[in-house]
C-alpha cells in the first residue's frame, strides 16, 4: 500500500497548460483501468475531477483531461484559470483497496 | 440531491476509542460499496477502508488493520467507521466517499483530534 508518486509542486501562467503525473506500479495504475484525480482546495471536500483515467464527471471543464501509459497517469490543465489553483490528488483500484498520490500543489502565477 | 454528512468526530485521548457514522440521502445506498478516506492536517489524502453494498466484504489500510471496523445499515443509510486504540497520528478529517465514478460523491467531513 505504498503512496503513488506526484511532484510536490506544479506551476503554469493563466492560459497555459500543465500536466501532473503519478507514478505507481504494475499492481495499482498499470494494472487498471481505475485512476481517478481529486481537486482540493483549502477547507472543502475533494471533487472528483478525472475517473477512469480519461472520463470527466457532469461539470468539469474539459480542460481537464487524463490519460495513462503504463504504471504512470497523468493529470493536464489546459487554459490555466486561477481557480484551478488547488492541491491534485491521484487514486487508483489497487486490487481490493485504494491507493492516492502524495499529492501535488498547482500553483497559477 | 445526493449527499453524504459525517459526523461523530472529536476530541478523544490516545487508547479511546470513537464511532463515526456517515448518512446518505438522495440515493440508493444499499446499492454502492462506500469509503472511508482521511486527512491529517497539512497532510496527503489516505484511504482507510472499503466495504460492498451489502456489508459483506470489508477491507483496510495496513495501518489501520485490526483497530478500526467498517460498517454499514443499508435500512438507515448509514455508513459506520468504529475506530478503537486511536493513536495520534490518526488525528485527521475523516470523509465517507461513494464509489462510483471514481469516488463520486464525498462528504464534507468530520475532524478526528487525538490527543496524548
Known amino acids: 500500500q505504498s503512496a503513488l508518486t506526484q511532484p510536490r509542486s506544479v506551476s503554469g501562467s493563466p492560459g497555459q497548460s500543465v500536466t501532473i503525473s503519478c507514478t505507481g506500479t504494475s499492481s495499482d495504475v498499470g494494472g487498471y483501468n481505475y485512476v481517478s484525480w481529486y481537486q482540493l482546495h483549502p477547507g472543502k471536500a475533494p471533487k472528483p475531477m478525472i475517473y477512469d483515467v480519461s472520463k470527466r464527471p457532469s461539470g468539469v471543464p474539459d480542460r481537464f483531461s487524463g490519460s495513462k501509459s503504463g504504471n504512470t497517469a497523468s493529470l493536464t490543465i489546459s487554459g490555466l484559470q486561477a481557480e484551478d489553483e488547488a492541491d491534485y490528488y491521484c487514486c487508483s483500484w489497487a486490487g481490493n483497496s485504494l491507493v492516492f498520490g502524495g499529492g501535488t500543489k498547482l500553483t497559477v502565477l | 440531491e445526493v449527499q453524504l454528512v459525517e459526523s461523530g468526530g472529536g476530541l478523544v485521548q490516545a487508547g479511546g476509542s470513537l464511532r463515526l457514522s456517515c448518512a446518505a440521502s438522495g440515493f440508493t445506498f444499499s446499492s454502492y460499496r462506500m469509503h472511508w478516506v482521511r486527512q491529517a492536517p497539512g497532510k496527503g489524502l489516505v484511504w482507510v477502508s472499503l466495504i460492498n453494498s451489502d456489508g459483506s466484504t470489508t477491507t483496510y489500510a495496513d495501518s489501520v488493520k485490526g483497530r478500526f471496523t467498517i460498517s454499514r445499515d443499508n435500512a438507515k443509510n448509514t455508513l459506520y467507521l468504529e475506530m478503537n486504540s486511536l493513536r495520534a497520528e490518526d488525528t485527521a478529517v475523516y470523509y465517507c466517499?461513494?464509489?462510483?465514478?471514481?469516488?463520486?460523491?464525498w462528504g464534507q467531513g468530520t475532524l478526528v483530534t487525538v490527543s496524548s
Open positions: 466517499a461513494r464509489d462510483y465514478l471514481g469516488l463520486g460523491v
